[in-house]
């Protein structure tokens, strides 16, 4: 590896804003787009490009010569890695969630057998122990046993990924400058702290920012996402935390039913975990009255679609 710049490996950027047109924007009176970030890479996609951008960069500069990370049986930050490292040159070591997998190749996800035919070294965690994987005691030993590897935390989010959601966040305000609502997913947080980090204000109307969390009980990811944001925002924020739908990764009848309508109207895939929850989330906003008519929403698709792959 003889430089630190990582290149984009795709073609597509900026990706494109995409108007999108239903009765209910017209009802309503609020202009409605969405940002096709799923379609920056087939792997490295949406906001996984951008958490691991600076990322790659500074494991180059320290002369790491892997990545190691965490992630459940379907991350996809577990399936973006293991590409991303293959693609710039680094081995990739996963500690995933579920000790009981290590034996059963079998019921490996689509996720984890890609992940493993990218190179990636799978080291499986009782449940138990994975929950220590943000301890000082377990980070010291994986840095003593595997020198080597850059350690990025669990979905990559850390100060780093913040700065690349921030180049995100730019290519949003160059597309539509008079944006007044944005929507994003939220797993662990890194993606909306990002956006509302660098969202720049506008002086001509307030702006809003909407993290939907895909998982119950998410309030306790409040205090991380306010030490990212710092005390600078300049835009309003708020964690919304009632359209999980019963918890990461579940999916109802009717939510799926939701999926396959949009993904027919629009002709755009949608993730079964975290997209379609935050635009079922952004049209009960909507038919509950909160966005006022003139509103111009900005929805961002954060990619995940190979999670599609385990439906
Ligand atoms: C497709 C997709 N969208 C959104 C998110 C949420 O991002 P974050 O973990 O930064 O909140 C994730 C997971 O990390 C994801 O894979």
Redesign the pocket.
Known sequence: MDSTKITAPIAKIPTPLVRLYHPLFEWHGVNVWIKRD?LNHPVI????WH?LKYNLAAAKQQQKTALLTFGGAY???IA?TAYAAQLYGFESIGFIRGDELAQQTDKWSHTLKAAAENGMQLHFLSRQNYRLKQSADFLAKLATDFPHAAILP????NEL?LQG?GELMAEIEAQLPAWTHLY???????????LVKHAPQSHATERHIY?VA?LANATY?LPQIHEWIGPQATVQWQLLDNHHAGGYGKLPAALQQFKQEMEARWQIPL?P???TK?LHAFFSELQSGRLPAGAEVVLLH????Q?NSQL
């Open positions: 799923d996609q949406g906001n996984k958490k991350s996809n930050h973006a669990e979905g990559g989010s990924a959601v994003c997913a939220v797993g662990t947080g890194g993606t909306f702290s990002g993290g895909v990811l993730d975990v975290y997209n935050m954060s990619g995940g679609l999670g």
